[in-house]
């Protein structure tokens, strides 16, 4: 099948790489309308946590020179009422209206929108909105005994949040070791560095959005149904988007909110949030509080596993952070019990940040087996060797592809684990040093994908599919796939994304999009292929059944060879195949199979601690990651570079405080939320197996990019441990944390 392996695999720059370094690449705000310039908004948001808008004083707006109009719940019906979800059309971070009623349920809430000739003059006048409310008691302590505790039973993804089998207490009894601790991990933001953003402009009954989304397809669908139009008139153009980690993935109301504006105006209007408004407008990652319980036998055996999240969700977001979905999958273990509870509060709601649960569960799962490790006197990575499983552990099946233990073993050799001593043994110079290593997994998704394949006189393949590249490199990966099938260098294949006039595909999410497209392309490749093939007959010629290759201008089939300008008639330019698969896998409702997909890896990390500071110092991290087949070694190996320096900024940096008085965010900034920079980064090695699983989709790929933040902080944490005795049960891991215990 495979006509051209030079090209997948293959360590290719970005396609778009010369318009990103060259600034040509426009992202959201960078978009003008074709005619006039947009009016600029700038969002009005409550200070309160809980209550109700009173009224408005807007005084201080009418004498200001360039103030256009102020919009809120007392225009009335702008926005059509809005119940998620509204048959599985579209995935809205919140499940309310925006400016449905005077309720406010937290700080930092849309109120209104303040729309102005200058962004200047919108946001002087959106600070001089003076907010009458009634004020009414506010949830937003987590331990509030108040607060309505709720077991939600399924996932987004349709997967069990309660889980059980076995016998837990029975395995109990059973054991020679346990571990039961609570770890706990912060409030995280996303902090993409490009801010969300929408230039919403109507002409007539259509509107034109340019949006900073991960999915440009459900951002029409949502926005249509709230603009009650239909979804056919609403184009929603992302062609470039500078980073996203999950806050840009379900649609948000401040992309509503300018929609309505801009139709209210009669002109186009350009929101850009702040990076203040980014910490309340696109969710973030929930603080969790995690029980977990791992009971051993004496060769280290799991006899019972617990793993009791708490969390907490808006009043109008009910995204839960799934921390023990991957225990209840990853170890061999008869005996399991999982929970998941939220508590309702007035704060602002969560959303999937990059590896939602994944993350923050395997922080909490991989230090309790360190903890368990050192109880049973074991090796942390015999005990998970000892561990193992070829079957999925919630519903039996076996993985379609699992190299786990190779990882193990090539990650540790990597490291250089045999050089790893007992906890606060190892001394260099004034350093503490030590070893530390997780298990990394991440589910292998696929969702429903078409695709348009064309071929052009000048013999240029065109591959057009309604899906986003976030800075992932899809571009790229999207041109060697169909270079590929064709026989041809990925430069003669043009690439048509971010714009959900293409055949529909699915958000940038759950790191599905390469194993989407995987299939959808490999369609329609064959599709074009056959359309070409016939053609060629109806020409006279006799193709032979080599594959079909397009290359220099030509199409050829063994000695066959025939100018692309002679294949496709004049009248028509161009040959149009349409593709694609209705397929989705790791969702519930998906396509019934025997098989689990997941992708499985394993982190290694050296720290160095200051022996007089506590400062601690990541010189050296190891990733060995099962993902599949690669498509691209260089952009693959970037997101593993990403998600592994996203793995340092949870384990030692990235945390969100919240007043818990006002409910107020209070570090929403780039200068005092904490995230890796290049001195924080040194060593990073990246190994991936490429091993195929074409199981899950023609091209053997399984798609990547959270699974590399995936036990990334336990590794870290463990690390810590290993140099210094000192368990650490919460995030971030912080100097202060070990200054006192430190051994001199
Ligand atoms: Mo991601 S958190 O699946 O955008």
Same mark, same amino acid.
């Given at each position: 099948m495979n006509v051209n392996s030079t090209v997948i695999g293959k360590p290719i720059s970005r396609v778009d790489g010369r318009l990103k370094t060259t600034g040509a690449a426009r992202y959201a705000a960078d978009h003008r309308p074709v005619e006039g310039r947009p009016l600029h908004a700038v969002l009005v948001k409550s200070s309160i946590a809980s209550g109700r808008i009173? %009224?408005?004083?807007l005084s201080a707006l009418q004498s200001m020179s360039g103030f256009v109009r102020f919009v809120s +719940?007392?225009?009335?019906?702008?926005i059509r009422t809005i119940k998620n979800p509204v048959d599985g059309a579209f995935a809205a971070g919140e499940e309310y209206t925006p400016f449905?009623?005077?309720? /406010? +349920?937290? /700080?930092?809430? +849309?109120?209104g929108l303040v729309v102005a000739q200058t962004l200047e003059v919108a946001e002087a006048a959106a600070k001089a909105v003076v907010v009458d409310y009634e004020t009414s008691a506010a949830r937003i302590e987590f331990a509030d005994p108040t607060a309505e505790v709720r077991q939600p039973d399924l996932y987004n993804t349709g997967e069990e949040l309660q889980v059980s089998r076995g016998h837990v207490e029975a395995g109990l009894v059973e054991a020679v070791e346990i571990v039961k601790a609570t770890y706990t991990t912060p409030i995280e933001h996303h902090n993409p560095i490009e801010p969300s953003a929408t230039l919403a402009v109507w002409d007539g009954d259509h509107l034109t959005i340019y949006d900073a989304t991960q999915g440009s397809v459900n951002d029409k669908n949502y926005v249509a149904f709230g603009m009650s139009v239909d979804p056919k008139n609403v184009r929603v153009l992302n062609?470039?988007?500078?980073?996203?980690? %999950?806050?840009? %993935?379900f649609t948000w109301p401040h992309t509503l909110i300018a929609a309505a504006a801009a139709r209210a105006v009669e002109q186009p209007v350009l929101l850009v949030l702040s990076r203040k408004d980014m910490y309340t407008s696109c969710g973030h990652r929930p603080y969790t509080e995690q029980e977990v319980t791992l009971a051993a036998d004496a060769d280290g055996v799991l006899t019972a596993t617990r793993h009791r999240t708490q969390s907490y969700r808006s009043l109008v977001g009910d995204h839960v952070e799934p921390c023990g979905m991957t225990t209840a999958m990853l170890y061999q273990c008869d005996n399991l019990e999982v929970t998941h509870s939220v508590r309702v509060l007035n704060r602002p709601s969560g959303t999937p940040l990059r590896s939602p649960g994944e993350a923050p569960g395997t922080f909490a799962l991989e230090s309790a087996m360190d903890e368990l490790a050192e109880k049973l006197g074991m090796d942390p990575v015999d005990l998970r060797r000892r561990n193992h499983t070829d079957i999925d552990q919630r519903n039996g099946r076996k993985w379609s592809s699992k190299h786990l233990l190779e990882c193990y073993d090539r990650g540790a050799e990597k490291i250089g684990w045999g050089r790893r001593k007992a906890p606060g043994q190892w001394r260099d110079g004034n350093d503490l040093v030590g070893l530390g290593m997780a298990t990394a997994c991440y589910p292998g998704y696929r969702m429903p994908t078409q695709t348009r394949l064309t071929l052009d006189r000048d013999g240029t393949l065109h591959v057009g599919v309604a899906v986003q590249d976030i800075g992932t490199g899809l571009y790229t990966v999207l041109a060697q796939m169909v270079a590929e099938r064709f026989g041809t260098s990925p430069e003669n294949v043009r690439v048509l994304i971010?714009?959900?006039?293409?055949?529909p595909g699915p958000l940038a999410g759950g790191s599905m999009t390469t194993a989407s497209v995987a299939a959808a392309v490999d369609d329609g490749c064959r599709a074009l292929s056959e359309k070409l093939r016939a053609r060629l007959v109806d020409m006279g010629h006799t193709p032979g059944n080599e594959p079909l290759v397009i290359d220099g201008g030509a199409l050829r089939s063994g000695p066959l060879s025939v100018p692309a300008a002679e294949v496709i008639p004049t009248d028509v330019h161009e040959i149009v195949a349409e593709g694609g698969s209705d397929d989705t896998y790791g969702f519930t409702g998906g396509v019934e199979t025997d098989k689990s997909f997941y992708s499985f890896g394993a982190i290694f990390a050296e720290v160095r601690i200051d022996r007089d500071f506590g400062i601690i110092r990541v010189p050296k991290m190891t990733g060995v990651f099962d993902v599949g087949r690669v498509i691209n070694a260089k952009t693959a190996r970037s997101q593993m570079l990403g998600g592994m320096t996203f793995g340092i900024g949870m384990a030692l940096m990235e945390e969100t405080f919240i007043d818990?008085?006002?409910?107020?965010?209070v570090n929403p900034s780039l200068g005092e939320y904490y995230v890796p920079v290049n001195a924080d980064v040194n060593e990073f090695d990246v190994e991936m197996l490429d091993i195929p699983d074409y199981d899950f989709n023609p091209f053997g790929a399984r798609g990547l990019g959270e699974i590399s933040n995936v036990g990334a902080s336990a590794a870290i944490a463990n690390a810590v441990y290993n140099a210094t005795g000192i368990r650490v049960r919460h995030l971030p891991i912080r100097l202060d944390d070990l200054l006192e215990d430190l051994p001199r």
């Open positions: 009173t %009224g408005f004083d +719940h007392l225009d009335g019906a702008l449905e009623n005077d309720r /406010v +349920h937290f /700080v930092g809430q +849309h109120i062609p470039f988007i500078g980073g996203g980690f %999950g806050c840009k %993935g971010g714009d959900s006039d293409l055949p818990d008085k006002t409910g107020r965010f």
